[in-house]
């Protein structure tokens, strides 16, 4: 609760929370579903799985051949060709918001008409480098883990939507030996298990799956965002640490006339 007098606090203009994207579905789970969102949302998630794990090795190679560069003063060129590495495989991640989002903006020290001495000295001290390193290698496990959960999950739902186009393709053990066309969903050939060998099992699996796939959007959808909140955190210029304060100074107030003297 604020306190009387004080206008309440706002988030600057420029937080990641606050900007915009393209994963807006519908009011319901089935209108998100037949929406756009959960579609952008998988496809910027999978393209994360498959070019996360590249960028991994290039960036992780980076920093310990600028790690292991930096003991001896004749690589001072590849030392700086590691910074750089790391910002072009940033600049692909970068570049992969435009599925879900605007493009996410970049900001680096400016090291032209310097020597090469004083060239990697910027390169290596600037802060946005250290946020890529962060977000390519230090974060990879956690958000790979998060997109193929997400994604898997998705991928099983449609799969089963569209069971009555292939459930008679498959053929499945029964527990006497035999074998017979139809999923079969259980541990074992001989335990319990879930048979659809006909086209009402099969149209009422894909019903079920239609409907739980509908409800999985919405997570689906959520963890899109947040992999898109934490590669906006990371990879796009910081905010402004005394933004609030000149805000405060600048709106009508005490604080404002004391400024103006």
């Known amino acids: 609760m604020s306190r009387p007098g004080r206008p309440p606090h706002r988030p600057a203009p420029d937080d990641p929370r606050l900007l915009g994207d393209r994963l807006d579905g519908g009011a319901g ?33 980076a920093v310990l051949a600028g790690a292991v560069l930096s003991l001896f003063s004749f690589t001072v060129l590849l030392v700086s ?15 992969r918001a435009v599925l879900v989002a605007d493009p996410i903006p970049y900001r680096y020290r400016d090291s ?9 000295r910027t390169r290596l001290g600037d802060a946005a480098v250290g946020r890529d390193c962060a977000y390519l290698v230090l974060l990879f496990p956690p958000l790979l883990l998060l997109d193929a959960a997400a ?22 053990t029964h527990a006497d030996g035999t074998v017979a066309p139809g ?4 541990p074992s050939a001989d335990g319990p298990a879930l048979w659809l060998d006909t086209w009402p099992a099969a149209l ?6 239609l409907l739980l796939a509908a409800l999985w959007s919405r997570p689906l959808v959520a963890a899109a ?14 905010t402004d640490p005394l933004a609030a304060a000149r805000r405060v100074l600048a709106e009508p107030g005490p604080l404002a006339r004391l400024r103006h003297g």
Request: aromatic share 8%; glycine share 8%; with cysteine.
């Open 204 to 209: 009422g699996a894909a019903v079920l799956c």
């Open 29 to 61: 789970p089935l209108s998100t579903l037949f929406s756009a969102a959960p579609w952008r949302a998988a496809g910027y998630l999978a393209g994360y799985l498959v070019a996360a794990p590249g960028l991994f090795a290039v960036s992780l190679l």
């Open 225 to 238: 965002r947040l992999h898109l909140l934490v590669a906006r955190t990371l990879l796009r210029p910081p």
């Open 183 to 186: 999923v079969r969903i259980g």
């Open 112 to 120: 032209a008409g310097l020597d090469l001495t004083a060239r990697l």
């Open 81 to 95: 060709g590691s910074a750089w590495v790391l910002r072009c495989c940033a600049q692909v991640e970068r570049g």
């Open 151 to 172: 994604l898997l999950v998705w991928l099983v739902l449609l799969a089963g939507v569209s069971l009555p186009l292939w459930f008679r393709a498959v053929d499945s």
